[in-house]
């Protein structure tokens, strides 16, 4: 896979997306950003239509053409409540040869055999094909760092940890630089899985083995966010490039706020709103849901609410009467947290959400469910001091009140609100145009996928 091979020359860079969570977001995002400053490229962006449907539309793109690959779902296959892992399993089943069929397509129709390959960093079995093509491999991994190192990092972690007692899980994880506020229990759960033959969990386990082959390894996060866990991953991946915050490095039109979300917070004091996002895809167990409603109505606190689901239904009619807060089916989340009314952020702690945050230079009140997000609201609270979790990891209303307080209202808060603006400073300083070490990297980045081509 050296980027050195002797090729036929062409321009067409064939990207791989993974269709769920926000993993195909920010992979256009960056694909539109390589297009634009590299106007003889082609690319064709390979991914599901459900997936393209909303990407596409959001992100605008020329020169960039889409192809639809299978979703690998049996004929007339009905989604559901809790299927969401199925589905993926499902897709996840033969995608290495539906990408291969689709890749077949692109080069045919637009005449150009390809010259370079860009994947989720998911899609181990690209660096495969890339070998068989004699083409570079560009990964792209769309959380953080930490998260990125513990999967690099998998097979030493088991080796520490016995996944069958929980005494072992919940000591600090010693043995890993940077890891001493961190636990076994907070990893994503692939990591200490007792059945690594799961197809997801498999996944993981071959990428952690293939990604240290890739020409180079992508990463949404920038460079002095997490110094010390920068430089392992530096040493052991080739390339190793940040280039973000992609939102500022390459902004996107601002969406429509059909709700007037900015208009409402217009209308609130500086620092006093919490903005309530868990994310597109899931949503609170119902006592839960009922819990954080009577915090919020006790607490008299505004806010702001990205729900999905009936709220008519699902929350108490007391607090959707007590005005003291909007309710939305969808937000302009990027936006919103730029916005100086914003005191505070409840999230599930996804990455994209945890960028957002420090880009706002807003703290965060943490309530994660699954995957990479009890780490990277670990790492917001005791690495980078930029957040609170509740007690006992879930929704109370007494844990909801505390946090809240604390945050908005105490010596630590400010602290907090001083730690967070201080990152957010670090961010924006990295994309700034040439200078920024994101900038700088997305050159190289640039100066590779040609130079393999
Ligand atoms: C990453 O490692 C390379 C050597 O492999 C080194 O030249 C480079 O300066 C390092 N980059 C950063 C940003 O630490
Ligand atoms: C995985 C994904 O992002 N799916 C989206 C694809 O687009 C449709 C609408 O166009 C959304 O409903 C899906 O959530």
Sequence with gaps: MSASNPQPTTNHVAVLAFPFGSH??????????????????????????????????????????????????????????????????????????????????????????????????????????????????????????????????????????????????????????????????????????????????????????????????????????????????????????????????????????????????????????????????LSLPPHELTALADALQESQIPFLWSFRGNPEEELPKRLLESGKGKIVPWAPQGQILMHSSVGAFMTHGGWNSVLESIVGGVPMIGRPFLGDQRLNLKTVENVWGIGVGLEGGFVTKSGVLKALGLVLDSEKGKLTREKVEILRGLAHKAAESTTGSSSRNFIRLLEIVTRSI
């Design 24 to 281: 195909a977001g920010p992979l256009l995002t960056l694909v539109r950003k390589l297009s634009d400053a590299a106007p003889h490229l082609r690319f064709s962006f390979l991914s599901t239509a459900k997936s393209n449907d909303s990407v596409f539309s959001s992100i605008g793109v020329d020169r960039v053409k889409r192809f639809d690959v299978g979703d690998g779902l049996p004929e007339g296959y009905v989604y559901g409540q809790g299927k969401q892992l199925k589905v993926m399993e499902l897709f996840l089943e033969g995608a290495e040869e539906r990408f291969k069929k689709g890749m077949e397509t692109a080069a045919s129709e637009m005449g150009e055999e390809i010259g370079c390959l860009i994947s989720d960093a998911f899609y181990w079995f690209v660096g495969e094909m890339a070998e068989e093509m004699k083409v570079g491999w560009v990964a792209l991994w769309t959380s953080g760092p930490r998260p990125l190192l513990v999967h690099l990092c998998m097979d030493l972690i088991r080796k520490h940890i016995d996944i069958n007692s929980c005494e072992s899980r919940e000591k600090p994880l010693e043995f890993l630089p940077g890891f001493s506020s961190i636990q076994g229990a907070d990893l994503p759960e692939e990591i200490l899985s007792p059945n690594l033959d799961s197809p997801f969990t498999n996944l993981l386990n071959k990428m952690s083995h293939h990604l240290p082959k890739a020409t180079s390894v992508l990463i949404n996060s920038f460079e002095q966010i997490d110094s010390q866990i920068h430089d392992q991953l530096n040493s052991s991946l080739q390339n190793y490039l940040n280039i973000g915050p992609l939102t500022v490095l390459s902004p996107s039109p601002p969406p429509s706020d059909d709700h007037n979300c900015l208009l409402w917070l217009d209308n609130q004091p500086p620092n006093s709103v919490v903005y309530i996002s868990f994310g597109g895809f």
